[in-house]
């Protein structure tokens, strides 16, 4: 289909990649700096950076992060005065996941950037299959993915604030971004729509690194293609638990309506963002607190992952 089109930016150079809400051809040198100017304005737009930040990105091995990592280590030539460096969780899978934390590791070291090693097994005493044996136990077993995800962001914010950081970087793209918005409305869940957003957790707290999603704007099939294009080390790192059957759901839902009507992801954000500030107010007088226990953004006493900590006997985090 590209064969012999040339770029619809430069005119002169051959087309790799058709960019179809844009109804454009781009050529790699033009869509390496479409796609690299397109985060920079994501971080400008929402004010994600300051110079004097201390950025740790929470690095998976996966091609979102790795794609995160090396775009804001260019950056940072920019802004001598900012701190970058890497967290890396592991949460004992092992396989082809193990392969993904080695790459992320080795390429850390290419990149010269600092990064902390963290594992389940060692933070919480059991790895992700210790864990699943035991919730196997349980009355109402959740699958693996949510322990997963729980326990990995209580862990990244907890080392970020041990580490210094102001700020936590995390791989987040266009499409999981879409994905969580649909599931919210799906859900009704209006606390969760009005957290959204590029900054997660504008409460000011010593206890609390907010987040920050530089690619929220960059689409999932672009992300792959710059990481093919600049030769990142992203392996294999899929996950043999079975991942979130809803999310799947959703991701065939915003494919099929985005093949159908270019740029609906966008709309979708858009949307989204243009909510937030509304639920936000409306949420003012139930703002969300602060575990006691952990600094986690919780709506009760006790944060999930703490009460996940306890029913599954784990040591609880400390502070
Ligand atoms: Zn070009
Ligand atoms: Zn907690």
Do not use: W
């Amino acid at each position: 289909m590209m064969e012999g089109t040339l770029c619809s930016r430069c005119k002169r150079r051959k087309a790799i990649i058709e960019i179809r809400y844009l109804n454009e051809r781009l050529c790699r040198e033009c869509f390496v700096s479409f796609f690299e100017k397109r985060v920079r304005r994501t971080i400008r737009r929402y004010e994600l950076l300051d110079p004097k930040d201390v950025v740790a990105v929470a690095l998976s091995g996966g091609k979102d992060s790795m794609v995160l990592l090396h775009i804001l280590k260019k950056l940072s030539k920019k802004a001598p005065r900012s701190k970058l460096f890497a967290i890396i969780i592991d949460e004992g899978i092992g396989g082809p996941r193990r392969k993904g934390i080695e790459g992320a590791m080795s390429f850390c070291d290419d990149l010269g950037i600092e990064y902390h090693l963290y594992t389940f097994k060692e933070e919480l005493g059991l790895d992700i299959n210790g864990i699943m044996e035991r919730a196997s136990k349980l009355k109402n077993p959740m699958p693996a993915c949510s322990y997963c995800g729980v326990f990995r962001r209580q862990l990244l914010n907890q080392k970020a604030r041990e580490l210094g950081a102001t700020k936590l970087a995390t791989g987040h793209n266009l499409d999981d971004e879409c994905q969580t918005a649909l599931m919210n409305f799906i859900r009704g869940d209006v606390s969760r729509i009005a957290r959204a957003g590029a900054v997660v957790g504008v409460i000011k707290d010593p206890l609390f690194v907010p987040k920050i999603k530089p690619l929220r704007e960059s689409p999932e099939e672009e992300i792959q293609v710059y990481a093919e294009l600049s030769s990142l080390p992203v392996l294999g790192s899929a996950c043999p638990y079975a991942g979130d059957a809803f999310r799947k759901q959703m991701r065939e839902i915003l494919s099929r309506l985005e093949r159908r009507y270019p740029g609906t992801r966008y709309q979708l954000l858009g949307s989204v963002d243009n909510l937030i500030p509304l639920l936000s107010m409306r949420e003012e007088g139930e703002k969300p607190r602060l575990c006691e226990v952990c600094g986690e953004i919780t709506s009760g006493e006790e944060c999930k992952s703490c009460a996940m900590r306890r029913e599954l006997g784990l040591r609880p985090a400390d502070l």
